[in-house]
């Protein structure tokens, strides 16, 4: 059942550059996106979301796009940062659903000095 | 700032015993989830409870599995007879209220040998 996929599983850039990390859907019920990082050993850590009804959703340095029509979403990371480097997870929730998080493969990221 | 927290951090355990996974979620958030990631693979929803009962289980959710809020804190997650595949990182998470951002906890390993 892959309803969240992320289809890069590693990505390297060199640092002061932008990092774009994708992820797919196929289930075009769910209502919210969420983009969490993770360490080694550690927990995955909220870093941003979006809502359906927007096409975007900027903080700080870390930016989500959201096509709804193409069923992609995208994490933008700029300018990227060696402290950056971590496993970036795509997740995706439905009201209706308990709001559980249904989350992609990840992508490993890292960022050269 | 308030924190998931888990213990222990590392279980090993014999194929057929039982454990419990203990979880004290951020104190005034009110759904709570399990997750668990196998080595190599994705961070899976298992299931979540709301007002003292499961609100949604994942086909994983056997009867093996059960959980808990025995009192105002601590959430658990019991594994009656545990298997050589419930070996993975389980994670604890919360939300507040109706909302999507979960906070997760650094997670427990379990190993069963």
């Known amino acids: 059942d892959q309803q969240v996929k992320q289809n890069s599983p590693s990505l390297s850039v060199q640092e002061g550059r932008i990092s774009i990390l994708n992820c797919d859907y196929t289930?075009?019920?769910?209502?919210?996106f969420l983009w969490y990082k993770k360490y080694p050993a550690e927990g995955p850590t909220f870093l941003i979301s979006i809502s359906s009804i927007k096409d975007k959703n900027e903080d700080g340095r870390f930016t989500v796009f959201l096509n709804k029509s193409a069923k992609h979403l995208s994490l933008h990371i700029v300018p990227s940062q060696p402290g950056d480097s971590a496993v970036y997870f795509c997740a995706a929730s439905r009201v209706d659903s308990s709001y559980k998080l249904i989350f992609g493969s990840g992508t490993r990221l890292l960022v050269r000095p | 700032e308030p924190e998931v927290t888990q213990t222990p951090s590392h279980q090993v355990t014999q194929m057929g015993q039982e454990v419990i996974l203990r979880c004290v979620p951020i104190?005034?958030?009110?759904?709570f989830y399990w997750y668990r990631q196998i080595l190599g693979q994705k961070v899976e929803f298992l299931v979540s409870?709301?007002?003292?009962?499961?609100?949604?289980k994942s086909e994983i959710f056997d009867d093996q599995f059960s959980v808990e809020r025995p009192d105002g804190s601590n959430f658990t997650l019991k594994i009656r007879s545990t298997k050589l595949e419930d070996s993975a990182m389980y994670f604890c998470?919360?939300?507040?209220?109706?909302?999507?951002?979960?906070?997760f906890g650094p997670g427990t390993r379990l190993t069963v040998t």
């Open positions: 289930n075009s019920m769910f209502d919210y």
């Open positions: 998470a919360s939300i507040q209220g109706e909302g999507y951002e979960q906070y």
């Open positions: 104190s005034n958030h009110l759904y």
């Open positions: 409870f709301y007002n003292n009962e499961i609100s949604e």
